[in-house]
Nanobody, 119 residues
Framework: QVQLVESGGGLVQPGESLRLSCAAS????????MGWYRQAPGNQRELVAG???????NYADSVKGRFTISRDNVNNMVYLQMDSLKPEDTAVYYC?????????????WGQGTQVTVSS
């Protein structure tokens, strides 16, 4: 079964860092475009960062200069390094991406991981 599984969330204080990981598992041939989204209570889900298969990245204005998305195409992993975290970064973070498998090219969502930034 093809799926995305996030890990690395938790509770941190303002100014601290976290690294989120996303593992694409199952009978996957390759990952195409991948991204991280987040959703805070009462808000819509929003794109945080995206990365193409060639490594081109894009970021939400609110996280530019603080967050870094990266990928490991050999091990089918995607990462989000989050530095200088702020209380407004508190949300459930979701991994999303297009995966090539025996079912063709399909879009998948992970189950989400909670990030809480609070003193």
């Amino acid at each position: 079964q093809v799926q995305l599984v996030e890990s690395g969330g938790g509770l941190v204080q303002p100014g601290e860092s976290l690294r989120l990981s996303c593992a694409a598992s199952g009978s996957i041939f390759s990952m195409a475009r991948m991204g991280w989204y987040r959703q805070a209570p009462g808000n819509q889900r929003e794109l945080v960062a995206g990365i193409t298969i060639s490594g081109r990245t894009n970021y939400a204005d609110s996280v530019k200069g603080r967050f870094t998305i990266s990928r490991d195409n050999v091990n089918n992993m995607v990462y989000l390094q989050m530095d200088s975290l702020k209380p407004e970064d508190t949300a459930v973070y979701y991994c999303n991406g297009d995966l090539h498998s025996g079912d063709g090219l399909r879009n998948y969502w992970g189950q989400g991981t909670q990030v809480t930034v609070s003193s």
